[in-house]
């Protein structure tokens, strides 16, 4: 089938390739509609044998319609990324002959728009069309140029199509929006239960539920915060803010985002067991990159610390245990194996008197688990640095640093405790040597 289109309304029609007629007889053919006609050419020579010749003649005078399906308009890219461009040439008449695009603003050419020339060459700025397609489906893969300005819509891909008849689409379009920058992390806080916002320096030691709140930012258009929280490689809670039902919230605008999420302490699904966790905090453009991840430590410890007086022994009133110098040195031990101790205290009282908290002073000499301090014991002394003879109770109390609690008095126990670490079962022992004398009982608190 040969086509014509309106913009050879009134044109005389050649056979096609292989039929050869006299170079005089002509007709000219006035286009009406779109209706294809057959065209029958007979030549008759002087004796009288003739020869029939027919073929189909279309007219298309519609030019195609663009469509474009991806990308959507103002989809963010990054200079990292090529675009894959896809659409539909709607076209029902002689077909679609070619498709093209450019990121060029010039318009469709006109003249000889039946050869592909008259597209691809450059105009006297360096703008063309470049062929992507000859099929009305088309797809293709196209890139931004390295120079071009970031922000939203900031650059137009053109698309237009030409039929097998010689006409022009006019141009379809998509908008593009360039983004180079990554997203910006602020400083993560923490906030305990009752307690108020701290920024986070170091690793975060608690006993109890916590939240954690930070900001993001973006030059232009932010898309999703993720927190994940990770035990020993093994337990993982991902919180994903752009998930519905998500605990994960973000207020702002799309430039300026301040997250929260609360995490709860426990076993099961968004809890945070005993241990040690990696809290790693990740924020997304609308470009698809990512800020560089800020990693925390978070230690869950609501297990109290072990701890022993290791010297003197309990009623060490006579022998080798008795304190009959002038000077005698008490050594403690204390341990915890999951946030590790924070400080340890002592007071040294008359029997039978109970210890107050504004009596607890704070030991300061210490050796790996062990804590030392010497006391001053002189026949008669009542008052000053010096203690009399007498019976007296060493107390100690033991303080981790997610803030448990353990106290003793003169035991020679080695107390043993057992935690869930993950789920993983740990135990810690005391060194334990001959028993000599009764034992006092240790007492652990914990938090509630």
Same mark, same amino acid.
């Given at each position: ?9 009134d044109?005389e ?10 170079p ?73 002959? /070619? ?13 000889? %728009? ?6 691809t060459?450059?105009?006297g ?33 053109? %698309? ?33 239960t ?15 539920? %916590?939240? &954690? ?9 932010? =898309?999703?915060v ?9 337990d ?5 803010? =752009? ?25 099961g ?7 040690? /966790? ?16 800020q ?14 007086i290791e ?20 050594? %403690?031990?204390?341990?915890?194996? &999951? ?10 009282l008359p029997e039978?008197?109970?210890p ?14 062990? /804590? ?14 010096? &203690?009399?003879?007498?019976?007296y ?24 405790s ?17 028993t ?13």
């Amino acid at each position: 089938m040969q086509y014509i289109s309106d913009n050879f309304e009134d044109e005389e029609v050649q056979p096609e390739e292989g039929i050869v007629l006299p170079p005089r007889p002509s007709k000219r053919i006035k286009t009406e509609g779109e209706a294809a006609r057959v065209i029958k050419v007979t030549a008759t020579d002087y004796a009288g044998y003739t020869t029939d010749y027919k073929f189909n003649l279309g007219t298309d005078k519609v030019p195609p319609t663009i469509s474009v399906s991806s990308p959507a308009n103002g989809t963010w890219y990054s200079s990292a990324q090529n675009i894959k461009a896809s659409g539909y040439i709607g076209e029902s008449g002689s077909g679609v002959k /070619w498709v093209f695009g450019t990121f060029d603003d010039i318009a469709v050419p006109t003249g000889n %728009v039946l050869d592909e020339a008259t597209w691809t060459t450059a105009d006297g700025s360096g703008h063309k069309w470049n062929k992507i397609s000859d099929t009305a489906a088309w797809n293709a893969e196209i890139e931004i140029p390295e120079n071009s300005p970031e922000g939203g819509n900031v650059k137009t891909y053109y %698309v237009a199509a030409i039929d097998n008849a010689g006409n022009v689409s006019t141009r379809g379009s998509v908008s593009i929006s360039y983004d180079k920058a990554i997203p910006t992390i602020g400083t993560t806080q923490w906030t305990p239960t009752g307690g108020s916002a701290t920024d986070i320096k170091g690793d975060i030691y608690t006993k109890e539920a %916590v939240t &954690l709140s930070g900001t993001v930012s973006d030059s232009y258009k932010l =898309s999703k915060v993720i927190v994940t929280a990770t035990c020993s490689g093994k337990d993982q809670i991902i919180l994903d803010s =752009s998930t519905s039902g998500s605990n994960l919230t973000t207020t702002g605008s799309n430039t300026a985002w301040t997250w929260s999420v609360p995490f709860t302490l426990g076993t099961g699904t968004g809890k945070l067991s005993e241990g040690s /966790w990696e809290i790693t905090v990740d924020a997304l453009d609308a470009a698809g990159k990512n800020a560089v991840t800020q990693k925390n430590r978070f230690i869950i410890d609501s297990t109290a610390p072990s701890v022993a007086i290791e010297s003197p022994e309990n009623n060490a009133y006579k022998g080798e245990s008795a304190i009959n110098k002038s000077s005698f040195t008490f050594k %403690v031990s204390a341990s915890d194996d &999951l946030s590790g101790v924070k400080e340890v205290y002592y007071q040294l009282l008359p029997e039978g008197t109970t210890p107050v908290d504004a009596g607890w002073i704070k030991l300061t000499e210490k050796s790996g688990i062990y /804590w030392t301090v010497n006391k001053d014991f002189k026949t008669g002394a009542t008052s000053g640095t010096t &203690l009399g003879e007498g019976a007296y109770t060493f107390y100690v109390k033991a303080l981790d640093k997610s803030d448990n609690t353990s106290s003793v008095k003169l035991s020679r126990r080695r107390p043993s405790s057992v935690y869930s670490n993950c789920d993983k079962q740990y135990s810690h022992s005391m060194p334990t040597r001959s028993t000599r004398s009764p034992h006092n009982t240790q007492t652990g608190g914990k938090r509630t």
